[in-house]
Nanobody, 123 residues
Framework: QVQLVESGGGLVQAGGSLRLSCAAS????????MGWFRQAPGKDREFVAA????????YYADSVKGRFTISRDNAKNMVYLQMNSLKPEDTAVYYC????????????????WGQGTQVTVSS
């Protein structure tokens, strides 16, 4: 069974930075993409960023492009989300997920999920 564990969330002032980490418990499982999603209270889960595991190609939501950076460390079996210039509207629970298919954008295409980490940005 694959487990994804996020860490690095917290409280930060607007304009600040946080780095989220996601550790995968299994080294070999079906994953074409690793992604980050977020969900704010009363809102749907939304795509934030994804990385194609084998090639390192990255994809971003327009709302975070230029501020967030997704990366991976194949040797450590980790994926990261560096978040800079944070805004109050970035406040949400952030989830790490793994996807063995070809659709990186929609949450229901992902097979494995972490438990989430809270990010709160104060104004």
């Amino acid at each position: 069974q694959v487990q994804l564990v996020e860490s690095g969330g917290g409280l930060v002032q607007a304009g600040g930075s946080l780095r989220l980490s996601c550790a995968a418990s299994a080294r070999t499982f079906s994953r074409n993409f690793m992604g980050w999603f977020r969900q704010a209270p009363g809102k749907d889960r939304e795509f934030v960023a994804a990385i194609r595991w084998s090639y390192g190609t990255t994809y971003y939501a327009d709302s975070v492009k230029g501020r967030f950076t997704i990366s991976r460390d194949n040797a450590k079996n980790m994926v990261y989300l560096q978040m800079n210039s944070l805004k109050p509207e970035d406040t949400a629970v952030y989830y790490c997920a793994a996807n063995g298919g070809s659709n990186y954008y929609t949450w229901w295409a992902y097979n494995y999920w972490g438990q989430g980490t809270q990010v709160t940005v104060s104004s």
